[in-house]
């Protein structure tokens, strides 16, 4: 009986209380260490403090709102620019939701929204994105990781980088599923179907030039992908500690080694960035602009630190799976899937390739084996 009387007393204060006028005007953000202050004892603070919360050190994070400034962007009534760039970066930093990115910055969950969108667009938008995000042209140099590596070089000399695809988690609203499965590409979507689509729509490629890529990938006069059915990834190389015993076998772990940084890229962003291992709190509009808005603003850390340049962590991808306006020569789209001469065509270049990989090998060998038996 006395259980029963608590139980009614506890019910009936709380139904008072939701009813009670007052509740509801209780402030929510009231902690004596605002938003803007927060930001202020970051860029006055220890150096790793800042690092460690919004993803990258004090320089360049103020470098980043002089940059957005020249963009247009400004401070608004109640909100500096740091802070409002601070908001974006620590909600990408950290993953977290956006009431609980409004609790650290004592903001409204509108006001945290509205700023995240602002610097986000601006991130994933010209000017900003075309000066930091750029295809190579055919003209570019060969690049340094492949230029300067005999094993890489000449013998991957056409190609203007690596190519993988991977997983980024997304949270579709309940009336945004059904358009997604139909607009959107679904995680289980092959890499080659989305290679297409992308070469028919929005990624030129020089002729002559190309992007290595994995065995998902189908062969083609732009791709270079690996022999099937021969060990291929650097994992395998390691655990057979064996050397290649064949042109295929060689090809197959030089080009595991050269793509391998594609991999890396993909780990350290989402390393950095932790919103990309969690579905964020936005129509999928606004979510797809994330991963193109972070490739930029990770590419504008690597030009503005030098240290974070040279010391790219070495991070396998834990979920692998816009043309500048100017006069360079990005290449053409293509015009359908690839031809049957066009298959041919690649895999008799990959061939001559990995004969020319095989040929320098065995005479670097031979050249080993006389030296030590001069010795």
Known sequence: MAAALY?????SFAVMLYASQWYWKQPYHTSALSGAEWVKELIWGHPDRIRTELGMRVHVFLALVAELRRCGLS??????????????LYTCVTGLSIRHVGERFQHANETISTYFCLILTALASPPFYTKYVRLLAADDSVPSSILNNPKFFPFFGGALGAMDGTHINSSPS????????HAQWEGSAADAMLFHDARTSDLPIPDGKYYLADAGFGACDTLLVPYRGV??????WGRAAVRPQNREELYNLRHASARN???CIFG???????ILNHAPQYDLDIQALIPPALAATHNFILDHDTDEAANIPDIPDPTPGFTPNCNCNFGTLARGVPTAAEKERARVKR?????AMWESYQALLQANNAEQGLE
């Open 7 to 11: 139980m009614f007393q506890t019910v």
């Open 75 to 88: 401070d608004s009534r109640y909100l500096s620019l740091e802070e409002q760039t601070a908001i974006f």
């Open 174 to 181: 309940a009336s945004e599923r059904h358009a997604a499965l």
């Open 231 to 236: 060990r291929y990834h650097l994992a395998e």
């Open 261 to 263: 940084v594609v991999e």
């Open 268 to 274: 350290a962003l989402k390393q950095r960035f932790g």
């Open 351 to 355: 061939d001559q390739i990995a004969q």
